[in-house]
């Protein structure tokens, strides 16, 4: 595992698929072991990982492999991949970021193919090649210690393309649902982008871009399969530390508030809302009790997110709740930089510990309570207990207000 936070760009300006993305990540430096592994967790004896180096218009480059262990596989739902996902035991940001990712590209397929999400039937998108791809670059990025990432604009391609459905043009339907909010250009002949690569960068990615000031870590090239004369078929990732513009380590960023206002909501239904947006990109989500006309109690719902996530969580409050109007207004928000260090409980156990930090100064340190109620259920004991050893192992470890933030065991 990479000790240093790290900040990533991704370069898919000559285009993007999952398994060129995984490559990258691969050649900076991520472990394949690690990568295997939460793959085999979320779907056991299924696909083996390898990667390989090659060359593309002679350009070296990590050209990541999928091989499938078995003849057939069927075609999953977003609701059984959900489950397998939600079910693997992955770290919390591992299992947040993958299912992100695939719940952006079934509101895309949905829309495109005008079916419920949760009928989604992904076909070439979500078999268990992208879930390998998906689950993948998100355990390469934790691996990496990727906290944070930024994406250029990315080439789509143009022409035709045979599909499940067809002959279909290029870009496909779902990589263009995928681009909203996204800059791009189509730079080439062919399918430059997937659906898979599409979602990867414009849910993980917090903006699109140029090159942010950067002090250089690390930097990884991914292969496409196809070898174009004259034309890498690569994408690039760039990592290293942030370069402040000031003296503060705070990030400024232009995010979007939804709000709506629901006073015929079954109330035990407010969880499971609450929980979808968080899955579907939302930075944050919540509930204000408010007194309407007629003196009728009821609740305002507030969505705060990146632009770019907008669209489908619009739809997501008007699929889950009740409610026939949602307000948007953009406001700017201060965020303290933030990085993971794992401590250990429980004769060997770990519990990942978020650190937000100021100039190199910890400001807080909070185990992560999703991971510490699943550890505590696996040994049978209070999820307090083990909230209390993981805040103990915390401040043996250092992670205190005030101290210097340690480089040693950050994720």
């Not at 355990?139 to 393309?161: F, H, I, N, Q």
């Amino acid at each position: 595992m990479i000790a240093d936070h790290q900040e990533g760009w991704i370069d898919a300006t000559a285009g993007v698929a999952g398994d060129m993305l995984l490559g990258a990540l691969l050649d900076a430096g991520a472990g394949l072991p690690a990568v295997q592994a939460a793959v085999g967790a979320v779907i056991p004896d299924t696909v083996r990982l390898s990667w390989k180096r090659v060359h593309r218009a002679g350009l070296r480059a990590t050209k990541a492999e999928v091989e499938p262990l078995a003849k057939d596989y069927p075609h999953r739902t977003w609701r059984s991949v959900k489950d397998l996902i939600a079910q693997a035991g992955l770290p919390t940001p591992v299992r947040n970021r993958s299912l992100a990712v695939f719940g952006r590209l079934a509101e895309a397929e949905a829309r495109v193919h005008g079916v419920p999400v949760d009928e989604v039937h992904f076909h070439e998108v979500g078999a268990w090649d992208s879930i390998a791809d998906v689950v993948g670059v998100c355990t390469a990025l934790y691996d990496l210690g990727v906290s944070r990432l930024t994406a250029s604009p990315v080439a789509l391609g143009s022409g035709r393309v045979r599909a499940a459905h067809g002959d279909i043009p290029v870009p496909v339907p779902a990589v263009l649902e995928l681009s909203a909010g996204w800059q791009v250009m189509s730079n080439g002949e062919g399918e430059l982008a997937t659906p898979t690569g599409m979602a990867l960068v414009t849910t993980l990615a917090e903006r699109c871009g140029a090159l942010p000031p950067l002090l250089v870590r690390r930097t990884g090239m991914g292969a496409g399969t196809k070898d174009t004369p004259g034309r890498p078929n690569v994408v690039r990732v760039v990592l290293g530390t942030p370069v402040p513009a000031g003296q503060d380590e705070e990030r400024e960023a232009t995010d979007v508030v939804l709000e709506a206002n629901v006073d015929d909501l079954d109330p035990r239904l407010w969880p499971g809302v609450l929980a979808s947006l968080l899955a579907d990109g939302a930075s944050d989500a919540w509930l204000v009790p408010i007194l309407m006309k007629k003196g009728r109690p009821a609740h305002t719902l507030r969505v705060l997110a990146p632009q770019v996530r907008i669209a489908a969580l619009r739809e997501r409050v008007f699929q889950e709740t009740s409610t026939i109007g949602v307000r948007e207004s953009v406001v700017r928000k201060t965020v303290l930089e933030r990085t993971w260090v794992r401590v250990t409980v429980l004769d060997g156990q770990s519990v990942p510990v978020k650190v937000a930090h100021r100039k190199g100064t910890i400001v807080r340190a909070t185990p992560e309570f999703e991971d510490v109620a699943a550890l505590a259920a696996a040994h049978g004991l209070p999820a307090v207990t083990v909230l209390e050893a993981a805040s103990a192992a915390a401040v043996a470890r250092g992670l205190v207000a005030g101290a210097e933030l340690p480089s040693g065991d950050a994720v």
